[in-house]
Each structure stands twice: as C-alpha cells, then as structure tokens.
Antibody, heavy 121, light 108 residues
Framework: QVQLVQSGAEVKKPGASVKVSCKASEYTFTDYYIYWVRQAPGQGLEWMGWINPSSGGTNYAQGFQGRVTMTRDTSISTAYLDLSRLNSDDTAVYFCARNRDRGPYSGYAHWGQGTLVSVSS | SYVLTQTPSVSVAPGQTARITCGGDNIGSKSVHWYQQKPGQAPVLVIYYDSDRPSGIPERFSGSNSGNTATLTISGVEAGDEADYYC???????????FGGGTKLTVL
C-alpha cells in the first residue's frame, strides 16, 4: 500500500535551516501532489503548502512565504521541505501527506509518520 | 484567508452520539474532510467529501455539510473514539487548504 516515510528528528539552533524528506512508495510519485502540515506541541494542524511532483510547481501558505521551499527528486520519489531562519515557534512535528484521489479536493488519506524538529539555543 | 471554527471540546458518554461542528462562511459550498488524531500519531481521514467514509472507517462515523456549518457525527461512541478531530477544506480561490482548530472529544 501507499507509504510515505519521513526523515528522522532534527535539533536546530535559532536562525538555522532544516530539510525534511518524505520518500513515497507503492504508487506513481508524479501522479499526486505532496502536502506539508505541521503541528506544534499541544496545538492543532497547520497547513504549510504543496508541491506538484510532476512539474515542481508549489504553493505556500502565506505565513511561510519567504522561509519555506518545497522541492522533489523524481528519480528517488522523494519530496523535501526546507524551512529557513528557524525560531522557537517552528518547534513542531512536520508531516507530509498525499491525497486520496488525484487533484487537491479529496482529503489526505496517506500521511508520513512525522518528523520532530526542535529549535533551541 | 478562509477561517474554520471548531468548538475546542466535546464530552459524551459511551454509547451516546457525539456531534462535532465546523463553522465557515458558506462552508456548504465547499467539500469538507474530517480527521481523527490520537496522541503521538498522524491524523487519519475519517470522512471526505462531506459524508464519504474511507474503507475501514466504521459506519458510526458520518458527516453532513450545509449553510455555514459542517458536522461530524459519531454514533454509539466508544472509548477508542477519544481523540482530537479536525475539519479541513480546500479554498479554490487561493489554491490552498485550511484546517479548523480542532475539537477534543472526551468519552466520559
């Protein structure tokens, strides 16, 4: 079945950058967008944006514009989330997700296991 | 940007019916998805397209959407249903998605 496997936990200092990976398997990687969602400790889900693995096109939530970059490597079916200028508010679990159906409308039926990013001096 | 409003907490006794609401401006014109999240786990899609259930989700879970409110209904609530529930919509005007703030369901 569809699998999304994320990279391991990261500890970063304020001002640094972090890159989280999301490796997809058991489906055609370029057929479905990858979405990124984060969750700060004790808080709700926050939608960050998407990447179209086929074209490389992206769309970022306004709160992350200028600090976030989403990329992909189709040769290894992997999407990446790059977040720069980290501060303590960026401490969160970062999830990648895939839609149930092609296109953006059907809900996220598949999720990675989450990657904890901790930002501390 | 589009805002979804959820009641922070709902409590219900086992066997009763829990109704979790998600408010948004004319949300009835959008497709709403619902997720269940238990501590330390990734969210699980329990309802999509307002009222469809993915395979493996019990029939006890149902959804509706009209006007300014979408509702997730859990009938015959069980202890294992205790979790956080989030609604989500796609905002076609921005080509982006948004989540509600979440509702913590407590089974008494």
């Amino acid at each position: 079945q569809v699998q999304l496997v994320q990279s391991g936990a990261e500890v970063k200092k304020p001002g640094a950058s972090v890159k989280v990976s999301c490796k997809a398997s058991e489906y055609t990687f370029t057929d479905y967008y990858i979405y990124w969602v984060r969750q700060a400790p004790g808080q709700g889900l926050e939608w960050m944006g998407w990447i179209n693995p086929s074209s490389g096109g992206t769309n970022y939530a306004q709160g992350f514009q200028g600090r976030v970059t989403m990329t992909r490597d189709t040769s290894i079916s992997t999407a990446y989330l790059d977040l720069s200028r980290l501060n303590s508010d960026d401490t969160a679990v970062y999830f990648c997700a895939r839609n149930r159906d092609r296109g953006p409308y059907s809900g996220y039926a598949h999720w990675g296991q989450g990657t904890l990013v901790s930002v501390s001096s | 940007s589009y805002v979804l409003t959820q009641t922070p907490s709902v409590s219900v006794a086992p066997g009763q019916t829990a109704r979790i609401t998600c408010g948004g401006d004319n949300i009835g014109s959008k497709s709403v998805h619902w997720y269940q999240q238990k501590p330390g786990q990734a969210p699980v899609l329990v309802i999509y397209y307002d009222s469809d259930r993915p395979s493996g989700i019990p029939e006890r879970f149902s959804g509706s959407n009209s006007g300014n409110t979408a509702t997730l209904t859990i009938s015959g609530v069980e202890a294992g249903d205790e979790a956080d529930y989030y609604c989500q919509v796609w905002d076609s005007s921005s080509d982006q998605s948004v989540f509600g703030g979440g509702t913590k369901l407590t089974v008494l």
